[in-house]
């Protein structure tokens, strides 16, 4: 049974072979291929090795290239729709021109119970593609082409890829301090984390904390230390963020929760999570309360519009929130900020449909609604607006690519 639709499949193929003049096959969760040589594809060596290979593109959450044969590599992507479907096969392709690889390969073929006559013209009619950037490239290309294709949230891999590289990017900073002389302090660290969140620059201060978390983690791999380190980071976080703006009242009381969360967590990798959780809850607060340093009663409309953008607000709500005219607090929050109250309103149900659109498997529509905007058009024309393409675009896009 065909995975993809017939005319999704043959749209995906057409720009993967204009690109790179390779076949794409579809793959079974199992690893065993609907097309091309049979007699090859689904030997139980090769079905098997592309089984792995599927396995763990799910895991990390992108492309897994590999090796199907000696000399021979292939790539695989996973199809995802609240489980495993299967994958398409890239292609296979030499990695050097030599008779002695094709000769290799040929023999395992063999030995796994190819007739050799098969196996050589099946060997010799492989491409041969010297550059190693190559394979990974038409791996990702594939990867972003079908993610483009298919509406299917593939949530699951769009978690595992944004773990993933939180693992990588902890497990280099580890590395790198045992290898090199690091003249950066924790202290140091953290700093440059408040800055980054500061100016809201979310993708460098993901990357900035998944260092420090590697650089706690190099000095003390007891769970228990590296809690109250973090513990530690948080609170100085909270206190540089309130030193900065004295209204940001609100994350006292967000920080005892994530400090009950970080407490509770079970190994490094949930720690981790919760962590990168409270983190981008901490971002939110600072840019509710970014631009009101100076007025508490702007202070504490940002903090209503946060609680309840998700709601039909009007200058009435806020009028009887605050005890002020409607004309006062529309003059005091643009006068404070820059921005109008809707602006405000508008901002952060686009950052809240971004967060759905990343995270969650709603419709486009579903999270229009979950965001606060009553009509959808309206909200695909805000969000064209402040993003620069299409909700369903962007969806694909982020989970098609590296985290953001």
């Known amino acids: ?55 763990e593109a799910v895991r990390w959450g992108e492309p897994s290239i590999f090796f199907l044969l000696p000399g021979v590599i292939s790539w695989i992507i996973p199809i995802v729709k609240d489980k495993l479907l299967g994958g398409l096969l890239g292609g296979a392709v030499l990695v050097e021109n030599d008779p002695l690889d094709r000769l290799e390969a040929v023999n395992h073929l063999s030995i796994s119970g190819c007739p050799r006559p098969v196996a050589e013209t099946y060997i010799l009619d492989l491409p041969v593609w010297t550059d190693r950037e190559r394979p990974q490239q038409a791996a990702e290309f594939l990867f972003a082409q079908t993610c483009c294709e298919v509406d299917w949230d593939m949530l699951i891999l769009s978690e595992n890829r944004k773990k993933a590289l939180r693992q990588r990017q902890i497990a280099e900073e580890i590395h790198r301090r045992k290898n090199t002389h690091s003249s950066r302090s924790l202290i140091d660290n953290e700093r440059i984390l408040f800055s980054l969140m500061k100016a809201g620059d979310q993708k460098g201060a993901r990357r900035e904390l998944n260092k420090t978390l590697g650089a706690l983690f190099s000095h003390t791999a007891d769970l228990r230390l590296l809690k109250a380190h973090i513990i530690e980071m948080m609170g100085y976080l909270v206190r540089s963020a309130m030193e900065d703006n004295p209204h940001l009242n609100s994350l006292m009381e967000k920080n005892h929760t994530w400090m009950t969360e970080i407490i509770e967590a079970g190994d490094f990798e949930q720690l981790s999570d919760v962590v990168a959780e409270a983190l981008d809850d901490f971002m939110r607060n600072l840019y509710l309360q970014g631009s009101s340093r100076t007025n508490e009663t702007v202070a504490n409309i940002m903090t209503f519009l946060g609680d309840h953008f998700h709601e039909p607000v009007t200058l009435e709500m806020l009028a009887n929130e605050t005890g002020l005219s409607t004309f006062r607090i529309a003059h005091l929050v643009k006068e404070i900020t820059g921005k109008t109250v809707l602006q405000h ?32 058009s309206y909200f695909i024309k805000q969000f064209r607006k402040s993003m620069g393409i299409t909700p369903a675009r962007y969806r694909r896009l982020y989970r098609s690519g590296p985290v953001k």
């Open 1 to 55: 049974m065909s995975i993809l639709q017939p005319a999704v499949l043959k749209r995906i193929q057409k720009s993967y072979r204009s690109s790179y003049a390779l076949d794409i096959m579809e793959v079974s969760s199992s690893g065993e291929c609907t097309g091309g040589p049979l007699q090859i594809m689904n030997l139980p060596s090769l079905t098997s090795v592309r089984a792995n290979a599927l396995a």
């Open 345 to 376: 309103v508008t901002q952060l149900r686009i950052r809240e449909a971004q967060r759905l659109l990343e995270q969650s498997e709603l419709s486009c529509t579903e999270v229009a609604y979950e965001s606060g905007f009553s009509d959808q």
